[in-house]
Structures are given as structure tokens and as C-alpha cells.
């Protein structure tokens, strides 16, 4: 079982034009920026930090975390997101809270963990990964227990817009930025190391995003924006609404009845050390990190949100809810329209005859009802109020979409 989740996948209802890429080889900044980027569909590149000094130089197993000791120093503090929920690292303040600690106390707790890990490698003893060593002596005076769930996440490398929130600028002098985001606005750098394993929740974010791995293994999970329906966004107005609000541990199928479909709309990729993923903005994502993982990411502005002028945000929201409501009227009509041809003989249409025939082209029936003469007056009354009436559903859909 756990092999099957280790393992990369593609949903059965994944559309082929929204599976993950995959590169061999790094591409160029110019083959990157005219047909990968503005597809906005992830891509996969392996051994995209090869020439990098953070790879080798962070590596746990190979006396990265002295090495980060005393490249930061004792004195620099960070911002640790500790779980209330196990392994799981919720978007709201419910499930987690934020806590200031020394990076050393993170890294010897680290130090700590990898020590467990060899001895239990080491032993003939059966013990479980999960067996969790003791205090050691600077965790306890930091109130802290290594058995505690923490996690660096998001602690700023680079921040364009706030530079006092970089503790870790000092790292900066080892991160090579791959070779096709030569000359990107990055808004920011992140580094993000998880001690144990750990799980993030299902979400997107509003950059762009390619993220590195430097040492250990990640599994991210990722849906297009498409797919929201089956995620139930969180609230627009709260404060993780970027964030799904089905529970990737225990979802409840009851309240949540499309969620069951999930993975079908998924696809899973493996990240290993010095592979990246390209992840457009707003693709939800899930990510699972193996133990002593170490990742950064860089993300900068896209241009969907940098050409979208706000005094032109009414016009926009009113192109995209036409365009989401044709999208469904039209199921709606092709599958009434395959049932009826079930009920009468059986005729199934091809799928040339069902795009080209004038009777599933909402846009062509929305047009006529736009330009329809007086004559038609009545007739196009009545089809309009058919169609106020199915839009009106459609929309009640779309609200769970949003």
C-alpha cells in the first residue's frame, strides 16, 4: 500500500493537455518563457540543481545540518509552523500556530532525529520510524520537545516586498537559480525543511511556483483549477482561502460527496534531489515530504494577475462566469441529449457529429436569442426563459466552485 502512494500516477480523468511535462535536461530561459509558462500546466525537470552548492552542502546525510549551523550561526531566529494535527500542516490558524525558535534548535533537533534514525538502521531491534528519541538537552531548555510536530515552511531566503523577514539571506550565497528563470521579478525565495515526515494540505498559491528539491524526497499531488468542484475551496472571505476544505486524512464522503472523485482529477509526481516542479498559479497542490527533506522555491508574479487591471475586474469576473456557465450548460445538454438517444434505439452520435451539431453549441443558441429579429420575438422569449431558468441552476452550481 504505502509503495502504491510512493508511486507517481495519472487520474483516469485527467485531460491529456493537463498532465505534468516532463524534461531530461533543464530547458532554456527562452524555451521555457514562449511554450512552457504560459501554458500554465506543470512541468517536471530532473536534475535541475546539479550545478548548485546547495545541494551537496545541505545534505543531512552527509553533514549538511553542521554545515547550515554554521553557516546561519546561533543567534538567528525563525519562524516554525508547529502542527496540532499530527504530521498535517493545515492553511488555518486552527490546525497550526507559528513559533519563533532558534534555527540552531531546529537543526540540532534535526541532528537529534538522524541520530534515531541510524541507530534504529543500525539495530537489530524492530523499531518503527516513529519512535521518537527523547529530549535532548538545548531542545528542553528551548521549551520545546523533539517529539513536537515542527516545520520550516516558507521561511524567506529573498522577499522583495518585506527584506526584514529574510533570516536566511546568508543562504542565498549557495542557491544557483536554474538556468530558464534567468531574469524573473522573484518576489521571493523560500526555504522549507520538514525534521519527519509531513503532509501539507491541498492548496494553491497566487505566483507562480517552481519548487526544488535539495535533499531528501517529496510527493506532490496536484489538480487543475478545473477540478475546484471536487475540492471544495475554503470560503473566499476567510483566511486560508487559497486552502481545499476536505481533510486529506479522514475526509468525510458524507459532506464532502464529490471529493470521493478527487483522485480521479489528480496527478501524483516524485520529486528527488535536485529534480524540480513548475506549479502555475492557482493549480492546487499537495505535497508529502520524506524524513530531512530540504526544499527552496522561487516564486514570482504571473502575467495572468500582472495584465488584469483592476478597473476591468467587473468586465473580467462577467467573461468568466459566461464561459464557466456555457462550459455547463453544455453537459447539461449533452447528457440529456445521450439519454434520450439511450431511450430511443440507442443512436449514440460520434464525437464529430456531437461538437459540430448546432443543438450542443450554447454559444450559437445564446447568439440567436441575441440577434433574433421581431419576428421571432415570442419564440425567442420563451427559449430565453428556458435558459434564465437552467442558468440560473448552473450558476447555483458554480458558487461551490468558487
Keep these: 500500500m504505502q509503495a502504491e502512494e510512493d508511486a507517481e500516477f495519472v487520474g483516469a480523468r485527467v485531460e491529456a493537455g493537463l498532465r505534468a511535462a516532463r524534461?531530461?535536461?533543464?530547458?532554456?530561459?527562452?524555451?521555457?518563457?514562449?511554450?512552457?509558462?504560459?501554458?500554465?500546466?506543470?512541468?517536471?525537470?530532473?536534475?535541475?540543481?546539479?550545478?548548485?552548492?546547495?545541494?551537496?552542502?545541505?545534505?543531512?546525510?552527509?553533514?549538511?545540518?553542521?554545515?547550515?549551523?554554521?553557516?546561519?550561526?546561533?543567534?538567528?531566529?525563525?519562524?516554525?509552523?508547529?502542527?496540532?494535527?499530527?504530521?498535517?500542516?493545515?492553511?488555518?490558524?486552527?490546525?497550526?500556530?507559528?513559533?519563533?525558535?532558534?534555527?540552531?534548535?531546529?537543526?540540532?533537533?534535526?541532528?537529534?532525529?538522524?541520530?534515531?534514525?541510524?541507530?534504529?538502521?543500525?539495530?537489530?531491534?524492530?523499531?518503527?520510524?516513529?519512535?521518537?528519541p527523547t529530549?535532548?538537552?538545548?531542545?528542553?531548555?528551548?521549551?520545546?520537545?523533539?517529539?513536537?510536530?515542527?516545520?520550516?515552511?516558507?521561511?524567506?531566503?529573498?522577499?522583495?516586498?518585506?527584506?526584514?523577514?529574510?533570516?536566511?539571506?546568508?543562504?542565498?550565497?549557495?542557491i544557483q537559480e536554474p538556468i530558464f528563470l534567468k531574469g524573473k521579478p522573484f518576489s521571493s525565495i523560500n526555504f522549507w525543511m520538514s525534521r519527519a515526515h509531513m503532509r501539507s494540505s491541498t492548496h494553491y498559491d497566487p505566483h507562480h511556483n517552481l519548487l526544488c528539491v535539495v535533499a531528501g524526497c517529496k510527493k506532490v499531488t496536484l489538480w487543475s483549477p478545473s477540478a475546484s468542484p471536487f475540492l471544495y475551496p475554503m470560503p473566499v472571505y476567510g483566511e486560508a482561502s487559497n486552502h481545499s476544505g476536505?481533510?486529506?486524512?479522514?475526509?468525510?464522503?458524507?459532506?464532502?460527496?464529490?471529493?470521493?472523485?478527487?483522485?480521479?482529477?489528480?496527478?501524483?509526481?516524485?520529486?528527488?534531489?535536485g529534480d524540480a516542479l513548475f506549479i502555475p498559479e492557482g493549480w492546487y497542490h499537495q505535497v508529502d515530504s520524506d524524513d530531512l527533506t530540504i526544499a527552496i522555491n522561487f516564486w514570482w508574479k504571473s502575467r495572468i494577475m500582472t495584465e488584469m487591471l483592476e478597473h476591468m475586474d467587473a468586465y473580467y469576473l462577467r467573461r468568466i462566469l459566461r464561459r464557466l456557465v456555457d462550459t455547463e450548460m453544455n453537459k447539461i445538454v449533452q447528457k440529456n441529449f445521450f439519454r434520450h438517444a439511450k431511450e430511443n434505439n440507442g443512436f449514440q452520435p460520434t464525437d464529430k457529429e456531437l461538437r459540430g451539431?448546432?443543438?450542443?453549441?450554447?454559444?450559437?443558441?445564446?447568439?440567436?436569442?441575441?440577434?433574433?429579429?421581431?419576428?421571432?420575438?415570442?419564440?425567442?422569449?420563451?427559449?430565453?426563459?428556458?435558459?434564465?431558468?437552467?442558468?440560473?441552476?448552473?450558476?447555483k452550481r458554480l458558487t461551490k466552485m468558487t
Design 246 to 273: 476536505v481533510s486529506i486524512e479522514e475526509p468525510d464522503y458524507s459532506s464532502y460527496t464529490r471529493a470521493k472523485y478527487m483522485k480521479e482529477y489528480s496527478e501524483r509526481v516524485v520529486l528527488n534531489c
Design 135 to 174: 529530549c535532548s538537552g538545548e531542545m528542553c531548555s528551548a521549551g520545546l520537545e523533539i517529539s513536537e510536530q515542527l516545520y520550516l515552511a516558507q521561511v524567506s531566503i529573498l522577499n522583495t516586498e518585506n527584506k526584514e523577514r529574510c533570516s536566511l539571506e546568508v543562504l542565498k550565497e549557495d
Design 23 to 132: 524534461f531530461s535536461a533543464p530547458p532554456s530561459s527562452e524555451e521555457f518563457a514562449a511554450s512552457i509558462e504560459p501554458k500554465n500546466v506543470p512541468a517536471v525537470f530532473r536534475g535541475v540543481l546539479k550545478g548548485s552548492a546547495a545541494s551537496p552542502r545541505w545534505d543531512p546525510l552527509h553533514g549538511g545540518l553542521d554545515y547550515l549551523l554554521e553557516k546561519v550561526g546561533p543567534d538567528v531566529a525563525v519562524e516554525a509552523m508547529m502542527s496540532s494535527t499530527g504530521h498535517v500542516f493545515y492553511g488555518d490558524l486552527r490546525s497550526h500556530e507559528r513559533v519563533s525558535i532558534p534555527f540552531s534548535t531546529f537543526m540540532h533537533s534535526c541532528k537529534s532525529y538522524l541520530g534515531h534514525l541510524n541507530a534504529a538502521s543500525d539495530s537489530s531491534k524492530d523499531k518503527g520510524i516513529g519512535e521518537e
Design 357 to 395: 451539431s448546432e443543438q450542443f453549441n450554447l454559444h450559437n443558441e445564446v447568439k440567436s436569442h441575441d440577434t433574433s429579429d421581431k419576428k421571432g420575438a415570442r419564440d425567442t422569449s420563451d427559449k430565453k426563459g428556458a435558459a434564465d431558468t437552467s442558468g440560473k441552476k448552473v450558476l
